[in-house]
């Protein structure tokens, strides 16, 4: 009966310790897993603020580009349109310029026939 029942105290003993052990280990676990927990929680913070960072600014660029874009546009329309106006005036001036080589062509030749008139008259 002794040797059962100090066997069984050294078995309690042993069971207690392994239990304090267990405890303390997953005690430790525990708090590994939270720091764990609470650094991923920060890195996700920081991951958060940045991506809201990146965000703004491609935002702020993007509102940018469209800026520029417009102004291209805006410049291409008046090179568009003063071209168009440019070679509607060079037309214009062409006819013109062509309408008087034309009447000059026809006096020239109006004046040689008077030539030929005067000269011919003057020498019947």
Partial sequence: HANISEALAELRKAVEARKEESEKGFSNHTAALAAMKAEMQTGLANLTT????????????????????????????????????????????????????????????????ETVALVDGALV
Wanted: proline residues 0%; glycine residues 2%; aromatic residues 6%.
């Fill in 50 to 113: 940045m991506l809201g960072e990146h965000k703004a600014d491609a935002e702020a660029k993007a509102a940018k580009q469209v800026l520029v874009w417009n102004a291209i546009e805006d410049h291409k329309s008046k090179t568009t349109k003063s071209l168009f106006e440019t070679n509607l005036a060079f037309d214009e001036l062409n006819t013109s310029f062509a309408a008087a080589v034309e009447a000059q062509r026809r006096a020239l030749a109006a004046h040689q026939n």
